[in-house]
C-alpha cells in the first residue's frame, strides 16, 4: 500500500487505526501454495492476528487454521471454517477444554504425557488425535521463540517415546498425526529437513500415521535488509525428501505446515516503507 492510501484511511477514519492489505496476505500465500506439493495443507496460525474478517479471508483463500485456545477454535467456526480444517493445538490445559474442543469435531493435539494418558484411558481410539513432540532442536531467531529445545515446555520429549508407547498401548489410542514446532524466525530453512527425518524416524511406530505436521517458524522480513525463508528452496528440499522416504518405507504421508506472522505480517504491509 501506498503511503498517501494510508494517510487517505487515516483521514477518513482517524487514528489509531488498523490497515491491512489482503493483497499482499494473498500473495504470501499463493508462494507457499507453489512452493510445495499439491497436496501440502497450511494451517494458518491464528494467534499471529485474530481479527476475524482476516480470518474469514484466510478462510476464501482456501488455508485452514491452528488455534492454540478453545476460543480461538469459537473464532474459527464462525469465520466460516469447518471442523475438519482447523488444529487445536494448546498448551497446559486440563481435559475439559479439549473435550470441548471435541464437542466441534476439530483435529485434536496433544502435547503432555499426563493429559496424552487421560485422554487415553477416557477415549481410547474413540477419537483421532495428533501428538506434539519436541525434537531438541534449538531453532529459532532467539532463545525466547525456540520452542523445540530439551527445556521448552511445548511438546512430549522424543526421549519419553517409550511412555508414549505403553499409553499407546494400553489404551488403544489412534494416533493419526505427529506434529512439531522448533521456533519462530527460523533463519536456517535445512532446520525443518532435520526435524522432518526425525519425523520420519518416528513414524515407524505410529501405524495408524496420516500426517505430518512441521508447525512453521518462517521467517519474514519487517525492513529493508532483512532476510526472508526461501520457501521455494525449501519446497523442493522437502518433497525430495518425501520421495525417498516414500520409497523406503510406501508410506504415503500427508505434510502440513502452521505459517502465522508469514501470511499476514511482512515488509509490504508493516515495512519501513511504510512508516515514513
Avoid at 485452514?64 to 480444517?85: H, W, Y
Avoid at 520420519?200 to 522480513?221: N, R
Amino acid at each position: 500500500m501506498k503511503n498517501q492510501q494510508l494517510l487517505d484511511i487515516a483521514n477518513e477514519f482517524g487514528t489509531p487505526v488498523y490497515v491491512y492489505d489482503a493483497n499482499s496476505i494473498q500473495v504470501q500465500y499463493e508462494k507457499l501454495k507453489t512452493s510445495f506439493n499439491d497436496s501440502t495443507r497450511f494451517f494458518y496460525a491464528c494467534k499471529a492476528l485474530t481479527n476475524i474478517n482476516i480470518l474469514k479471508y484466510i478462510q476464501q483463500l482456501g488455508a485452514n487454521l491452528d488455534c492454540v485456545s478453545i476460543n480461538e477454535v469459537k473464532l474459527g467456526l464462525k469465520a466460516g471454517f469447518t471442523p475438519e480444517r482447523i488444529l487445536f493445538t494448546p498448551n497446559c490445559v486440563d481435559l475439559a477444554e479439549i473435550e470441548e474442543a471435541m464437542s466441534f469435531g476439530v483435529h485434536i493435539n496433544i502435547d503432555n504425557i499426563s493429559i496424552l494418558e487421560q485422554f487415553g484411558n477416557k477415549y481410547g481410539n474413540s477419537y483421532p488425535i495428533f501428538i506434539r513432540i519436541n525434537p531438541h532442536i534449538y531453532a529459532g531467531g532467539n532463545h525466547k521463540i525456540s520452542t523445540g529445545h530439551i527445556d521448552s515446555k511445548f511438546g512430549i520429549s522424543i526421549h519419553q517415546m517409550r511412555h508414549i508407547e505403553r499409553i499407546m498401548k494400553s489404551t488403544n489410542l489412534l494416533v493419526e498425526g505427529l506434529h512439531m514446532h522448533t521456533g519462530s524466525e527460523i533463519k536456517d530453512a535445512d532446520v525443518f529437513l532435520q526435524g522432518l527425518e526425525i519425523m520420519f524416524e518416528l513414524s515407524e511406530q505410529f501405524p495408524d500415521l496420516k500426517y505430518i505436521d512441521m508447525g512453521s517458524g518462517f521467517k519474514v522480513p519487517y525492513q529493508d535488509g532483512d532476510m526472508e525463508t526461501d520457501v521455494k528452496s525449501l519446497g523442493k528440499k522437502v518433497e525430495k525428501a518425501f520421495e525417498g522416504f516414500k520409497q523406503e518405507s510406501a508410506k504415503a504421508l500427508e505434510l502440513w505446515f502452521e505459517p502465522g506472522k508469514y501470511l499476514v505480517s511482512n515488509q509490504d504491509i508493516f515495512g519501513k516503507s511504510q512508516c515514513d
